[in-house]
């Protein structure tokens, strides 16, 4: 079989048209596993996360959410810490007040929220461990989202490592308290986002209603009153120590809004009040 491969390769006169097989392994570059991850709310007051988990080769990964509910949803990633377990970070999530002890799990990524109908994809490393698609989203009752069901453990084998190659983009990085955006245009971008801070950042992206502005929606941001005047397209959780992830967005003419809603560990106060958030113009 593999004698008529490399036989049609050299009619073609193309390697590039070759399957990843044929090429020296030197080369290989690994194509990002698909996860699909269907959120909505189910009937009698919960919500769910349908993940087709196949194994993600080579620990690269293509998080897909589609968001099939009626309300806003995300799928972050928790990734549970060596030596703890998935009940150890419901029990930590669970627990009142200030937990004991250090945090049983590091943000591994996975996706920001997207409104009603929209659908959202981050490819990033995935190394070996246990982990948790969460939502954080409140419902209408101010419980997290993760409380009614929106909790979907997951296992990934292979290797440990964090610095796969990721799709060609645009660098963009997020740190206290503050975004770079490269200089963007309309039509489809690859944004590749590094977390270059001491704390777990949002890239949360959000697309300004027509006749609204980039400060309308950080009020809203800020204060969740109203109708929002903005709708949220995705984007991705980044974790400190030099989390990367990226994801591809279709950008139109109008202003976008980055931002972030994480607590500052030391005071508290989230990020959006320290700063960041950010608006970037589409011409
Ligand atoms: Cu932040």
Redesign the pocket.
């Known amino acids: 079989m593999r004698k008529i491969v490399v036989v049609v390769c050299l009619l073609s006169l193309t390697f590039a048209a070759c399957g990843r097989n044929d090429r020296p392994v030197v080369d290989a570059t690994p194509e990002p596993t698909t996860i699909n991850v269907e959120a909505a709310e189910s009937t009698g007051g919960t919500y769910k996360f349908g993940v087709d988990a196949t194994a993600v080769v080579d620990n690269l990964a293509s998080v897909v959410v589609k968001n099939t509910g009626a309300e806003p949803h995300q799928a972050a990633l928790l990734k549970v810490a060596d030596g703890k377990t998935i009940d150890d970070l419901k029990a930590f999530l669970g627990s009142q007040g200030a937990p004991a002890g250090p945090p049983p799990f590091t943000v591994g990524g996975g996706t920001m929220v997207v409104d009603p109908g929209g659908s959202t994809t981050v490819t990033q490393a995935l190394p070996a461990g246990t982990y948790a698609f969460m939502c954080f989203v409140p419902g209408p009752d101010g419980a997290p989202h993760f409380v009614k069901g929106m909790f979907a453990p997951i296992t990934i084998t292979g290797n440990s490592t964090t610095s796969l190659p990721l799709p060609d983009g645009e660098n963009s990085t997020?740190t206290?308290?503050k975004y770079e955006l490269p200089s963007l245009k309309a039509g489809t971008t690859v944004l590749r986002v590094k977390n270059s801070?001491q704390?777990?950042?949002?890239y949360q992206l959000g697309r300004v209603a027509d006749g609204k502005t980039a400060d309308d929606a950080l009020n809203w941001l800020k204060t969740h009153q109203g109708a929002p005047p903005l709708s949220l397209i995705g984007g991705s959780l980044v974790g400190r120590g030099g989390g990367t992830n990226s994801f591809k967005l279709n950008l139109k003419k109008g202003t976008y809004v980055v931002s972030?809603?994480?607590p500052?560990s030391a005071d508290g106060k989230s990020?959006?009040e320290k700063g960041?958030f950010q608006s970037v113009t589409i011409t």
């Open positions: 997020a206290e308290f801070g704390q777990d950042h949002e972030c809603g994480l500052d990020h959006l960041m």
